[in-house]
């Protein structure tokens, strides 16, 4: 009888740790998969085709620095820069009216969720710089100064690409990271 | 390589540098009709190589304008402006406008002269 019982409790450990186990597991999933799609969003549709939107953000944004995809802002953000290009970080980056309308709204629409994924805690908040956000501060705490700064060939975090090799598709995954001089980053 | 392919090169070159000379003509008639006297290509190439308070085109278009350039502070690549070696400048009107407006703003704190942009255009047609 006893022998039973102890069975039974002992299926039901083992049923509820795998349940949580299972539970974990999907909840990790459904983050990942968030935050890949603010990553990527507006980068280009499914069957990898862009819009004339997409192709004048990265024609017309694209040509002095990369065309960081929108959603690693949200959509405030995205607005407060374009209404100033005539002053972008001490750049003049102006545009006309017609390219200025379009690329606003292909930021809209493909911005970061506020306060999910990278924008976590920073609802309501529109920062310009995605090199500023907390998630961004955190994600690379470990990356020494020598190896970005202190590098000729990066110079800067803003230069996304030159580490992120599939930066500009919205992939910023570990394993493509290459820094120039160093090489494969695991930390 | 067939003589085919070869005329069909040349034929595609020609149109281009066609479109560049149409192109320029049609900038520099409008720089005139904005006021600009005869165009120098001594001049263009002063204003090209001057330092404008520590500012200049060569910072981030190079030495030559043969040469590929390096945007100074993001590091980005900047293909050679010189029509000899990069047959694809000065063939849309509207980003002559948008590159004069944006980087003589950068380089000079202020909008160019029709004079000025005619100056460059002459000297670098050349290039």
């Given amino acids: 009888?006893?022998?039973?019982?102890?069975?039974?409790?002992?299926?039901?450990?083992?049923?509820?740790?795998?349940?949580?186990?299972?539970?974990?597991?999907?909840?990790?999933?459904?983050?990942?998969?968030?935050?890949?799609?603010?990553?990527?969003?507006?980068?280009?549709?499914?069957?990898?085709?862009?819009?004339?939107?997409?192709?004048?953000?990265?024609?017309?944004?694209?040509?002095?620095?990369?065309?960081?995809?929108?959603?690693?802002?949200?959509?405030?953000?995205?607005?407060?820069?374009?209404?100033?290009?005539?002053?972008?970080?001490?750049?003049?980056a102006e545009l006309s009216e017609g390219p200025v309308a379009m690329i606003t709204a292909y930021l809209s629409e493909n911005a970061g969720n506020p306060g999910r994924g990278m924008l976590k805690r920073m609802a309501g908040e529109a920062p310009l710089r995605i090199t500023e956000l907390p998630y961004f501060i955190r994600k690379h705490d470990e990356v020494p100064e020598r190896l970005v700064s202190g590098n000729p060939e990066v110079g800067s975090f803003s230069n996304c690409n030159v580490c992120h090799q599939r930066a500009e598709r919205g992939e910023f995954d570990e394993d493509t990271v290459r820094i120039p001089g160093y090489g494969r980053w695991d930390d | 390589m067939s003589n085919g392919r070869f005329a069909v090169i040349g034929l595609l070159l020609g149109f281009a540098l066609t479109a560049q000379a149409d192109v320029i003509d049609e900038k520099l008639a409008q720089y005139?009709?904005?006021?600009?006297?005869?165009?120098?290509?001594?001049?263009?190439?002063?204003?090209?190589?001057?330092?404008?308070?520590?500012?200049?085109?060569t910072q981030c278009h190079g030495d030559s304008p043969q040469g590929v350039g390096k945007h100074i502070k993001t590091g980005k690549q900047i293909k050679p402006m010189a029509p000899s070696?990069?047959?694809?400048?000065?063939?849309?009107?509207?980003?002559?406008?948008?590159?004069?407006?944006?980087?003589?703003?950068?380089?000079?704190?202020?909008?160019c002269s029709a004079q000025e942009k005619g100056d460059i255009l002459v000297w670098i047609r050349e290039q």
């Fill in chain 2, 32 to 57: 005139r009709t904005e006021g600009a006297q005869a165009f120098s290509a001594e001049a263009g190439l002063n204003l090209w190589i001057s330092n404008h308070n520590g500012r200049s085109c």
């Fill in chain 2, 85 to 111: 070696v990069n047959p694809q400048r000065f063939t849309d009107s509207d980003k002559i406008d948008k590159w004069f407006l944006r980087n003589c703003k950068w380089t000079l704190k202020r909008v």
């Fill in chain 1, 1 to 92: 009888m006893n022998a039973n019982v102890n069975k039974v409790v002992g299926y039901l450990r083992w049923g509820i740790a795998g349940s949580l186990l299972l539970a974990a597991w999907g909840l990790s999933l459904t983050g990942m998969s968030r935050a890949s799609d603010n990553y990527n969003r507006g980068v280009a549709n499914s069957s990898g085709v862009s819009s004339p939107a997409a192709m004048a953000y990265r024609e017309e944004c694209g040509a002095c620095h990369i065309a960081y995809p929108p959603g690693l802002l949200p959509e405030a953000s995205w607005r407060s820069i374009m209404t100033t290009l005539d002053d972008h970080f001490g750049e003049n």
